[in-house]
């Protein structure tokens, strides 16, 4: 914990992250040395910058719930203005300036679940967690965003 931890990019995929992870949810703050340890279990991890239209960051929200239970939603102020909104999964990220369901349902779809370690089991870390994730299909997300698209 005394250590700092670097990146070589503003939005890593992957890489060192702190031992205990986040519990599924939202937040109102968890930084990446924490939800990169998400990303390696499998979570798809919601970022949205804080200027971002509460709009466009509740849509989104209401998309990455009803999809899965492994999810991550937090704030984060990295994000280019240009576009606010990111869903990122171990090895991959989508940046987005609009919502369209149909896309994030496919990236979740394709890049969920595929991080090294297949562990579901919630994490140890709540720090400002503001509403803990809710079982979609089951806790192993046998079925990825099962209402499917519109």
């Not at 719930?65 to 999964?89: G, K, M, Q, W």
């Not at 503001?130 to 997300?141: G, H, M």
Request: aromatic share 10%; charged share 20%.
């Amino acid at each position: 914990m005394q250590s700092e931890i670097n990146y070589d990019s503003n939005l890593p995929t992957y890489g060192p992250h702190r031992p205990a992870w986040p519990r599924y949810g939202e937040y109102k703050f968890v930084p990446r040395q924490r939800w990169i340890h998400n990303l390696e279990h499998g979570a798809v991890v919601m970022l949205y910058h804080p200027c971002a239209h509460p709009f466009l960051v509740s849509k989104l929200r209401k998309i990455v719930e009803s999809c899965l239970y492994r999810h991550i939603i937090t704030p984060f102020t990295l994000l280019n203005p240009d576009r606010p909104l990111a869903l990122v999964t171990w090895g991959w990220a989508l940046l987005m300036s609009d919502i369209d369901r149909e896309i994030v349902t496919d990236f979740i779809q394709h890049h969920a679940l595929k991080g090294p370690e297949h562990l579901s089991q919630d994490g140890q870390y709540d720090y400002m967690l503001l509403t803990p994730a809710k079982i979609v299909s089951n806790q192993e997300d046998d079925v990825i965003c099962p209402r499917g698209r519109p």
